[in-house]
Structures are given as structure tokens and as C-alpha cells.
């Protein structure tokens, strides 16, 4: 079965994994199962648990067929689901470190993930050491004796720096230290996180998966090494998603690669066409050229995704860019992404960074590249550039 789903296509995959309409008195798709209870026939099977199910934060067919599905196009051994992005970065660094243990964590880490290292790690004796995302195979000489964990992020959460990782996990994998990544913005269809070496991945499913800003669900995946330990913490924790969020999980996995290769082709026009405007000094966007990393992308991805960032030239300050984004008619101004609208947001990672300093020369804007037409976006983004003021002189 597993070298079957190898040899079909990706779209083909997506259409097939995680359902069986044979058990379903043939209706496509895996229905919602909701409960706690299951009921046994016989003492027998009570105490010797020869149940399929036995509990519902054990499983129901539903999370299963999600649990599955993700497995097969991650190429992991086993996944788990939770209710949140954060959640299920929390369940993987939760898994494999321990009280004295050494962590190391890219600078460019999601900012929410730094700050359950700084208080629920510290708290229980983890020491959290931050590196240079693009220190490739220097990381070696970090290593201490209590180094369990190393966490990616390919690209860096806002920077977009991207991560050597086969370099990174051959050398954690040699040293016998553990390797977490979080995949979201690739996504396992854009970046085979396992094949790369990854011991876990974890992936925000409320970004593509969901697809349209109305799901929170993070999944997290293990290679089979790691996947019994995976297991038992989750099972210890029982972080379980919710049955509805597991069936709208479902639904988007079905079109996730269209609209993957949506995000890719509208996100590349935007951010050429971005890098082009007179305002904007330089576009991060692992797929141009231009951008620092562009040869790794290259070498390891598949494609790339629809969120981007862009550096303002120096002359804009903060009141340029409220000018701008407070005026916008398509983009919306918002966290997340993933969705099908566009969306803005302004950030500044030099507010929390400690390993390397972020010094861009100028304001930064992070866009997410919706369905919407692109010309209709262009349109919305040129008028706001004009609202920058300020540097029409300077063009
Ligand atoms: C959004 C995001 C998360 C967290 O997902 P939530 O479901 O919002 O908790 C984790 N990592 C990255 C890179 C993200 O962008």
C-alpha cells in the first residue's frame, strides 16, 4: 500500500488517502465520530483490549483518517493531531527533551514558539541556546553533552532565511541529537521534511491545510525511530483536535495541492512585481534569485508558497506605513495565513532576536498572497504605496 501511494501522483494521493467508503455504507468521505465512550461486547475484550477503539482520546475513525492521510504524504511512520499550531510545537520539543537537557533554536524561530522555550522549557531546566539560522554544518561546534533537540524553521518566521537541513540533521543524526522541524510554510507537498532527515515535523495545518482562515490544528509527524515516543506523550497529554476541525482538516487535504500551486504562481508574481516598485528596497522570497538562500530552496524544495515579506527603502517610518496599511481595501491586516484573502502585516524581528541582529535597512511588511486576481491586488498595494508619501523625491 505505501509503495503504491509512491507511485502516484500527489493530486491523485490527496484524492484517496485517509477514507474508505466501503466502511462508510459507501458514502465518500470519513463522517464526524464524536464521543468518549465506546462500549465492549464481552470482559474479554474489555481487559485485553481487542477493541479497535477503546476510548476517545485514543482515537476515533475520524482523527485516524487524518492521522493516515498526513503520514502518507509526510512519509512519516506515525502522526498525531492537535488543537493548535503552537500545540503541536509544544507535543515535539515536549517529546524529545527532559529536564538538563540543551536545546538549540534558530533565531528566526515563530515567536510564539520562543516564548514557550523561555517559560515552560526554562521552568522545567531546559537550557535554551539560540543560533544563526544559516550556521549549516557550524553547529557542530555548539554542541554540548546534554544537546538533545535542534529545531528548524525553513524559512525563518518573517526573515525567510533558509536552513541547510540535510547538513544540520546529518550531523544531529551522527551526534545522536534529535531533530524537530516546523515545515509550515512548505508544507510536506513543497518540502519532504523526513527525507531530509528530520526526526519530527510539525506542521501547522491551520495555515494550508485549513486553507481557509476557519481552523486551528497543528499536526505533528515522526519518522520510526521517533514515532513510538511521539506517541506516548501524546497519548499522555491527550491534546486531542476536535471531530469537526478534523473533517474541515479532511475537506481542505482534498485541494491542498491546487491551491498550493495557486499560492506559488500569484505569490511569485506579486513579490517580482513588488520588487519592482520604486518604495521597496528588497523582497524575501526564497524563489527569486535575489533573495539570500535562493541556491538551498533550489537545491531541497519543491515549490514555494504564497507568503512573503518586502524591505521599505529607509526613508519610511512608522507613520508611512500606518498611512499605507490602514487604507487598504483587499489586503486585510491580520496573523495567520494560508487562507484564500490577503493579507499585511508590518513587523520588526530586532524586538526579540538574541543571536543575530536584524538590521535591514529599512521597514519591513509581511504579505500573504490570497485567491483574490493579482491585478486586483497589485492595484491595492500600488495605491498603498503611494500613501507612503515621504519618498516620492527619493524614487
Ligand atoms: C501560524 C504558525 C504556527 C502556529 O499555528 P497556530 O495554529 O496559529 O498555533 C506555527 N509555526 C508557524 C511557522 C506559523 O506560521
Redesign the pocket.
Known amino acids: 500500500m505505501k509503495r503504491d501511494a509512491e507511485a502516484i501522483g500527489i493530486g491523485t494521493q490527496l484524492t484517496r488517502l485517509g477514507r474508505d467508503p466501503q466502511e462508510q455504507h459507501g458514502f465518500v468521505n470519513t463522517p464526524v465520530y464524536r464521543g468518549s465512550t465506546v462500549i465492549f461486547k464481552t470482559v474479554d475484550d474489555l481487559e485485553n483490549s481487542r477493541a479497535k477503539y477503546a476510548y476517545g482520546t485514543l482515537g476515533t475513525p475520524t482523527i485516524e483518517s487524518l492521522e493516515s492521510a498526513w503520514s502518507a504524504i509526510a512519509g512519516a511512520a506515525g502522526t498525531v493531531i492537535s488543537p493548535?499550531?503552537?500545540?503541536?510545537?509544544a507535543l515535539a520539543l515536549l517529546t524529545t527533551l527532559k529536564s538538563g537537557d540543551h536545546l538549540l533554536m534558530p533565531d528566526s524561530v515563530?515567536r510564539?514558539?520562543r516564548t514557550f522555550c523561555a517559560t515552560l522549557l526554562a521552568k522545567f531546566g531546559v537550557e535554551i541556546e539560540y543560533y544563526d539560522p544559516v550556521i549549516a554544518d557550524g553547529i557542530e561546534e555548539l554542541f554540548k553533552s546534554n544537546t538533545s533537540t535542534i529545531f528548524l524553521?525553513s524559512p525563518g518566521?518573517q526573515s525567510f532565511e533558509i536552513q541547510d537541513v540535510p547538513a544540520i540533521t546529518r550531523i544531529a543524526r551522527a551526534r545522536g541529537i534529535k531533530t524537530i522541524i516546523?515545515n509550515?510554510?512548505a508544507t510536506p507537498i513543497f518540502f519532504r521534511a523526513h527525507d531530509h532527515g528530520c526526526d519530527i515535523s510539525?506542521e501547522?495545518?491551520?495555515?494550508y491545510l485549513g486553507g481557509h482562515s476557519d481552523l486551528?490544528?497543528?499536526l505533528v509527524s515522526a519518522n520510526a525511530q521517533t514515532w513510538p515516543e511521539l506517541r506516548k506523550t501524546y497519548d499522555s497529554l491527550a491534546m486531542l483536535p476536535g471531530a469537526e476541525d478534523c473533517f474541515l482538516a479532511l475537506r481542505g487535504l482534498r485541494t491542498m495541492h491546487l491551491r498550493l500551486e495557486a499560492a506559488q504562481r500569484r505569490g511569485l508574481e506579486i513579490a517580482a512585481w513588488m520588487a519592482e516598485q520604486p518604495e521597496v528596497m528588497r523582497v524575501l522570497h526564497p524563489a527569486l534569485p535575489s533573495c539570500p538562500g535562493h541556491e538551498l530552496w533550489k537545491r531541497d524544495f519543491k515549490g514555494a508558497t504564497g507568503l512573503f515579506s518586502v524591505i521599505l527603502k529607509p526613508q519610511f517610518d512608522k507613520q508611512s506605513i500606518a498611512a499605507m496599511l490602514d487604507h487598504m481595501e483587499i489586503f486585510g491586516m491580520g496573523?495567520?495565513?494560508g487562507g484564500f484573502e490577503s493579507l499585511i502585516v508590518p513587523f520588526d524581528c530586532g524586538e526579540y532576536r538574541t543571536a543575530t541582529r536584524w538590521a535591514p535597512g529599512g521597514l519591513a511588511l509581511r504579505l500573504q498572497i490570497g485567491l483574490e486576481d493579482t491585478e486586483d491586488l497589485k492595484r491595492d498595494l500600488r495605491s498603498g504605496l503611494d500613501r507612503l508619501g515621504g519618498g516620492a523625491g527619493s524614487r
Request: charge should be negative.
Open positions: 493548535s499550531g503552537l500545540g503541536a510545537l515563530y510564539p514558539t524553521e518566521s516546523d509550515t510554510w510539525v501547522a495545518g491551520t495555515k486551528l490544528m497543528g496573523y495567520s495565513w
